[in-house]
């Protein structure tokens, strides 16, 4: 595409919002050979491609450090490439992808792989995460020096907790040798055993069998006693239970290395919305009751809760069509990311500068990885957006394979026009 | 008797929440009129002739599915049963796949039994043929429920009252996996009736006051003090992963309904069983056994009358275009 290659972009008259720098104005952004060269006032140079970003709002691209990519082994439902397309769809220019692949990414064999496939691609940074234990089978520590030298930029055993105590120590222990991230999905596989979807009324209701909020919450409180221990870089996945909450701002207010990520479905949607047995409400972890989606909320609104990641869960049709506690767990949610996140600005519980940084710096810092800023002599990974803008998700306009919302037919504000990666325009509302 | 007037506009039965009174009525006036062409000498009648009923069971059940065979039998439809064992489900197919083969196959109802809570519903959303939920997995199996009121209706007079406002029914055991405490729960409360739960907490539902609107006990003595229909529930082996309570001495030591607890309840109380009874686990034989206090076999025959009235609705109710 021959706009695709044009060595000099301004993006002309936007909102211009970069948490990193704490700026918010009106300028232009100036990209030279997929860097940022200049941001303020700029007349455009002879030749330059301009984007007119008049009454839209420009930002860094949005950092997802919880996505599954589905490649290697899964390919029916979704591939790094096609991954790749719905990310740049919702403006998501870099994403953290999960190693529950088959093989699973416990090896520096399969980083690359999924590198590789990523560039191919070309339309996302793709920053693989390696597996904490071989196999993700929760026993032996994987090679997470060799990983990370292969481009690994966390580990996590994501899709399983790793449930034995000791494991989980040396994985912090040793993790430190390398400055490296531990991501733990939370989830007492004793508590949650059998269950399907949040306990509760909900669950005593439909008759499905549930699972306790104190499943995340008991291995939240006991990582923290071992980060404590360990010194170790702790974060908690897709965190969905107040407690655990509560336990992650004690812990910060500590002074340990304790972080943690909320998914747009469990700070919008609560466990009312399984009553009809859709597979596409059911998710690991579940959707919650409203004290814990209001104690989501409080988190981001306190900055407890310092990034917004969206669990990216593809699945093929077959998966989800069939009796509620058969299904897969995991719903897409790159296209609605950025919609549902304006909304926390919309109800008053963060900024826009504060919510964009959940999307941007704040998940790349936690990361340790370029992007997430419009600084000059940074990488040109910028999204445009018009952040009233209504539309209807539709499944079947979706990008990628898969089309597993729980936010079907559900009306949402804010739209992506533009995502610019390395100053090349992936995607552009309408084509 | 229950009476309302009369309401039946519903293309499926797929549980007690959300029917109303005058739904149940309908339908218990409707099992009620039915009821005596079971007496007869010759048991059938050409209502539901060149009507097609499926029974679609992926759980064993002979007692239910054997009501629901003769019900469509009785009433001349064409009854067919397919069963997991038996069928392509044992091969790998889907609940969907398996269900829309039978649907091209343009039957008036299809029964289904199936071990997933929410089966029956996702069956209903995805297809056009009318569904009766005969159970799904532990959320609702709303012909028992149907069947236990006609019952308990019936021995209204025994029990010296009108209706069902205000009375006190225990359901007592295992209601955590139970879909007959669940429709059973439901369908009282709309009738007016209160309901107790009675068992040990592992197998009790989650905040079962709220979801339910019924009083929970795990003394049974105190659970059944007072109360006038006694409803014990089957113990549910087959649906446990283990570990809810430590042995079966010591479940009927604490849960189980003997003669003597049974003197808790009101001097007049009926005991009711869905069946199949564990005897000696959750019922002691001699208050099953016993004539002047147990209805589980009038439960049984109800049964078939409620199952006809359902098929009979649901036929009836429905045009095809």
Redesign the interface.
Known sequence: MEENEAPVTLIKGGRVVDPAASFDATADLLIVDGVIREVGRVDPPAGCRVIDADGLTVAPGLVDMHVHFREPGFEYKETIAGGSQAAAAGGVTSVAAMPNTAPANDDPSVTGYMLQKARAAGLVNLYPIGAITKGLKGKELAEMGLQQQAGCVAFSDDGYVVMDSGVMRRAMEYSRAFGALIIQHAEDSGLS??GCMN????????????I?VESEEVIVDRDIRLAELTGGRYHVAHISAAGAVAAVAAARKKGLQVSCEAAPHHFTLTDEAVV??DANYKMSPPLRSGIDRNAILEGLARGDITAIATDHAPHER?SK??????AANGVVGLETLLPLSLDLVREGVLGLMETLACLTCNPAQLLGIDGGTLGVGARADVVVFDPDEAWVVDPRRLHGTARNTCFAGIKVRGRVKKSLLAGRIVHSDGR | MISGHSTWNRKHLLGMEGLSRDEISTLLETAASIREINRREIKKVPTLRGRTVINLFYENSTRTRTSFELAGKRMSADVINVSVATSSVAKGETLYDTMANLEAMNPDVVVVRHPQSGANEFLAQHLDTAIVNAGDGRHEHPTQALLDILTIDDNLPRLGRDNFEGMEVAICGDSLHSRVARSNAIALKTLGAKVRFVGPPTLMPTRAEEAFGVKVYHDMDEGLDGVQVVMMLRLQRERMSGGFFPSIREYFEFWGLSRSRLAKAAPEAIVMHPGPMNRGVEIASDVADDPDRAVILEQVANGLAVRMAILYRLCAGRRKD
Request: negative net charge.
């Open positions: 055993c059998g306990e509760g009324v909900h669950s005593s209701r439909l008759g499905l069998p549930g306790p009809g047995y077959d069509q069939v009796e509620f506690c058969r």
